[in-house]
């Protein structure tokens, strides 16, 4: 069989493998639940037998998701968001598998490179430039960057979608999405049908390069001149391909290895005031900030990269959630829980002390306490010991919070956010940031 044969099946022919694995899930999962009855009727304490039938539920799920590709590793990335509801034992070992993941996605051949081209561009899409690299410069879970000259001389990136990759995809989400009660085991407080339905939603359209050119042209006309965020512009876009101008800069995670603490501050305080600003500016929320897909550029700004998943915010960041941060940073622990009954936080039939709602949030709110920050991975270590430490009663506030669907992306965006300020060790004055783009949230204490 050709080659290009070979590699453009690959993916769709290994979904009963995926299938396979998945369906592992459930079957796991009832052989414990009998285990567990098991041990209660021999007198062991039904929520010790609780706690480890979640604790080896959430080591399968998590290490089933972290060894497929396509949608069900997509789907892992997104409910990663979740991690600080889980014991470090379980969490660590999944970060590592995605990582890893991550590092490792192998390039496609040339000649299956060149026949997406000559399907998506004409058999004359050698026309379009003035040179083509035909070694990737970049891989992830669902196609890969090529540096090249466009015929009007720009240096441009080239992102080829992998042949077979949305079908995979879909697939995969289709399968997943049945596991919902699985996922209610690991998170009991999460209504988790709505949840998945979004996460499915917005998966989906991370392979239409067509509404990610949309989004893109979007960003790069609300920023044109910024001085502080770059955002390359959309040269050409097809379904499986998208050609955006270069963006030559230092790697954020070179940032993160060896900068200075001047370009570590840097980069935090542009990442923040690019996160603060989109909504308002574009009208929507980059939903995927990892150190991979943003820049330091010669002059300083932060080049951003890859807007795939994009939350749609026309009307800028919700009411609720500005609520949120401003009865937080007003340590109204009463108005916070009547807000998050409210609006879906908490569920009807969930009773949690206030109190203890307010001291969960204290990692979201506690670097806008004080005139200057500086986030560090001890800090974010001992936040995510304060919430996991079963013996704290504000451990269990994550397994009886629910994350409404509407706010999927933007708890993925401040919990990846705040990763890479710890990462890149950050110092800057964040609440004199937040205030300038969301007055609302001004505490009371400096409204006066």
Not at 85 to 97: D, G, H, M, S, V
Not at 284 to 302: E, T, W
Not at 345 to 371: N, S
Request: hydrophobic share 40%; net charge negative.
């Amino acid at each position: 069989m050709p080659e290009d044969k070979v590699h453009e099946t690959e993916i769709p022919r290994s979904s009963a493998v995926r299938s396979a694995k998945m369906v592992s899930i459930p079957l796991g999962l009832a052989g414990r639940g009998a285990l567990g009855l098991g041990r209660q009727l021999v007198g062991q304490s039904g929520s010790v037998v609780l706690a480890e039938i979640q604790e080896k539920t959430a080591e399968q799920l998590f290490k089933v998701l972290g060894e497929l590709k396509g949608g069900a590793m997509k789907f892992g990335q997104a409910l990663s968001v979740f991690e600080a509801a889980l014991p470090e034992n379980i969490a660590k070992p999944y970060r590592e598998t995605l990582t890893k993941l991550q590092e490792s996605a192998p390039p496609l051949p040339t000649r299956v490179v060149h026949k997406v081209l000559a399907k998506e561009l004409g058999e004359n899409w050698r026309d379009n430039f003035a040179s083509f690299e035909d070694k990737a410069t970049a891989s992830a879970s669902i196609g890969q960057v090529h540096k090249a000259v466009w015929k009007d001389g720009r240096v441009v990136a080239v992102k080829i979608q992998y042949p077979g990759a949305a079908e995979a995809l879909i697939a995969d989400l289709n399968q997943i999405q049945r596991f919902s009660k699985i996922f209610q085991l690991v998170l009991p407080g999460l209504d988790m049908k709505p949840l998945l339905e979004e996460l499915r939603a917005r998966i989906i359209e991370e392979v239409d390069y067509m509404y990610e050119a949309e989004a893109q042209t979007t960003y790069a006309a609300a920023y044109d001149g910024d001085p502080d965020i770059a955002i390359p512009k959309v040269v050409m876009a097809s379904d499986k391909v998208l050609v955006s101008e270069w963006l030559e800069g230092k790697p954020l995670s070179q940032v993160i290895k060896n900068g200075t603490q001047a370009e570590r501050n840097n980069a935090g305080i542009k990442l923040a005031r690019f996160h603060f600003t989109s909504p308002i500016r574009a009208g929507l929320l980059h939903a995927d900030p990892h150190p991979g897909n943003f820049r330091v550029l010669a002059d300083g700004r932060l080049g951003v990269l890859d807007f795939g998943a994009c939350n749609r915010l026309p009307n800028g960041f919700p009411e609720p959630f500005k609520n949120l941060l401003k009865n937080a940073l007003d340590d109204d622990a009463q108005a916070l829980y009547e807000g998050f009954k409210k609006d879906g936080f908490i569920l009807p039939e969930v009773d949690v002390a206030p109190e203890l709602v307010l001291e969960f949030l204290v990692p979201l709110v506690e670097p806008l306490r004080t005139p200057t920050f500086k986030y560090s991975r001890e800090w974010l270590r001992d936040q995510s010991a304060r919430v996991g430490d079963p013996r704290n009663p504000t451990a269990k506030i994550g397994f009886q919070l629910n994350l409404p669907a509407e706010y999927v992306l933007i708890h993925r965006v401040t919990m990846g956010t705040t990763g890479i300020f710890c990462q890149l060790e950050a110092e800057g004055r964040w609440l004199d940031e937040a205030i300038i783009w969301l007055p609302e949230i001004t505490p009371s204490s400096l409204a006066r």
